[in-house]
Nanobody, 127 residues
Framework: QVQLIESGGGLVQAGGSLRLSCAAS????????MGWFRQAPGKERESVAA????????YYADSVKGRFTISRDDAKNTVYLQMNLLKPEDTAVYYC????????????????????WGQGTQVTVSS
């Protein structure tokens, strides 16, 4: 059973930065494709960024492209989301997700494609 624990959320002013981390345990991290999702109050959970196993491919939602960067460190069993130029509309609970993948370059962007989820970390951006 894979466990995912997010950290790094908090309150930041618009234009600021945060780096989210997601530490995985209980599985072989290197075979997992990873994703970051977010859910604002009253809205559906949406994909923010995704990275394939081995980091060969990445995906970004249009709303965060150029501002967010996803990366992974397989030696530390951790995936990161660097968030720059934050906007109030980025306010949400951010979730890390993982799924086993047999493909080094495939990314997954739908919630139903992921097997394991973290508990979420709150990001609040004030204007």
């Amino acid at each position: 059973q894979v466990q995912l624990i997010e950290s790094g959320g908090g309150l930041v002013q618009a234009g600021g930065s945060l780096r989210l981390s997601c530490a995985a345990s209980g599985g072989t991290f290197s075979v997992y494709a990873m994703g970051w999702f977010r859910q604002a109050p009253g809205k559906e959970r949406e994909s923010v960024a995704a990275i394939s196993r081995r980091g060969l491919s990445t995906y970004y939602a249009d709303s965060v492209k150029g501002r967010f960067t996803i990366s992974r460190d397989d030696a530390k069993n951790t995936v990161y989301l660097q968030m720059n130029l934050l906007k109030p509309e980025d306010t949400a609970v951010y979730y890390c997700a993982a799924r086993s993948s047999g493909y080094a370059s495939i990314v997954y962007t739908r919630t139903v494609e992921y097997t394991y989820w973290g508990q979420g970390t709150q990001v609040t951006v004030s204007s």
